[in-house]
């Protein structure tokens, strides 16, 4: 048989911890001839819970299950670790500002970022859950210096997901027929969600949905703000749709994309499109199973480009904070 890949997850016992971890294990992130071994990182006072998720895993007889080790200590968790899944986190609480909170992330994603240097896998491919995402990629990045800087992304497969059921709503077609949805800049409120290079079924998604008004006052701010909403709705943010995205970003990195499609995620920019090189920003993005590629040369419109620079903006000023404070 294969021997196990192994996958780390922080937040194990959070909410997407616990809509995650029975996917990975079950087989859907890495398929079903790979057998997984599971690391899970929790702060120590969560440990308890994340044991707890451990005798649940247990109780599912995955049969690519290869194991399950609980950590409190980062150099642990990510030693010799093939895909590491940053989604714990400090969360915004109320009147938090947001040096405060790039401050506590800093402190978590840094010597994450740390742990990963010096003990992952060679072939290791990061994913960064945990808000701010983008950010904190960023700062994760800067602290690993020796793993190549295309290894770490942030996750912007949720938007681009509820971007497709959106436009699949809107148009009555099935999401299979949606094709080159475009997420731009953060994670955050700023995203640009870009439909000027979709296609429904093969048409211009404008030209399908024949409501320029429709996109710019429905469409993207339903997409951008649906986090919002969700929380509003269920009381709690997204989980399984997080969670869900996290394993389809994975999958989509390690298998590629589909030929003429391509999806979107957080990368470190190589100044494509104008967005500054360093910076963690969402762009379309292709797979062949290695790296992401940027995919190059398409036309912006006015309206794209000044989205795209408002969001890119905030990530400017999140990389300036960040470097005030020392944290990258
Ligand atoms: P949660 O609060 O239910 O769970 C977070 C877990 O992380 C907790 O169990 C906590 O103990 C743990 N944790 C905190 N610091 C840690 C550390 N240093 N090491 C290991 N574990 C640590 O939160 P939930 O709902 O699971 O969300 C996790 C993160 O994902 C949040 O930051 C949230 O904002 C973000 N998120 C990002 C999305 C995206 O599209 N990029 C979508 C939805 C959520």
Not at 18 to 32: E, K
Not at 107 to 115: K, V
Not at 137 to 161: Q, S, Y
Not at 264 to 274: C, E, F
Request: charged fraction near 20%.
């Amino acid at each position: 048989a294969a021997s196990p890949v192994h996958v780390t997850v922080t937040g194990a016992a959070g909410q997407i911890g616990y809509a995650l971890l029975f996917r990975i294990a079950s087989g859907q992130l890495l398929g079903p001839d790979t057998p997984v071994r599971l690391h899970l990182l929790e702060v120590p006072q969560a440990v308890k819970a994340a044991e707890g998720v451990a005798l649940e895993l247990d109780d599912c007889a995955f049969p690519l299950l290869a194991g399950i080790d609980i950590h409190d200590d980062a150099t642990e968790a990510f030693a010799g670790t093939n895909v590491a899944l940053l989604v714990g986190a400090r969360p915004r609480t109320a009147g938090m500002e947001r040096g405060d909170l790039l401050s506590a992330n800093g402190g978590i994603f840094g010597p994450q970022g740390a742990a990963i240097n010096a003990g992952a896998a060679q072939d290791v491919r990061v994913l960064v859950v945990g808000n701010p995402a983008n950010t904190n990629a960023f700062i994760a990045a800067a602290a690993a210096p020796d793993v190549p800087k295309d290894r770490f992304t942030a996750m912007t497969r949720l938007d681009h997901n509820r971007a497709v059921g959106q436009l699949a709503a809107r148009t009555g077609a099935p999401v299979t027929d949606i094709a080159r949805v475009t997420i731009w800049g953060n994670h955050s409120a700023t995203q640009y969600p870009d439909l000027l290079h979709a296609t429904v079924g093969g048409r211009p998604a404008l030209e399908v949905v024949g409501d320029d008004a429709w996109v710019r006052d429905t469409f993207i701010p339903t997409v951008a703000k649906r986090g919002a909403q969700i929380i509003e709705a269920r009381g709690a943010s997204s989980a399984a749709s997080a969670a869900n995205a996290a394993i389809d970003h994975v999958r989509t990195w390690v298998d590629g994309t589909p030929a003429g499609d391509w999806t979107s995620a957080g990368v470190v920019s190589d100044g494509s499109y104008g967005v500054p090189e360093g910076l963690v920003s969402s762009f379309p993005v292709t797979s062949d199973g290695g790296a992401w590629q940027i995919v190059q040369g398409l036309e912006l419109d006015g309206f794209s480009r000044g989205r795209i620079d408002a969001s890119v903006e905030e990530l400017v000023d999140e990389r300036e904070a960040v470097r005030a404070l020392g944290l990258a």
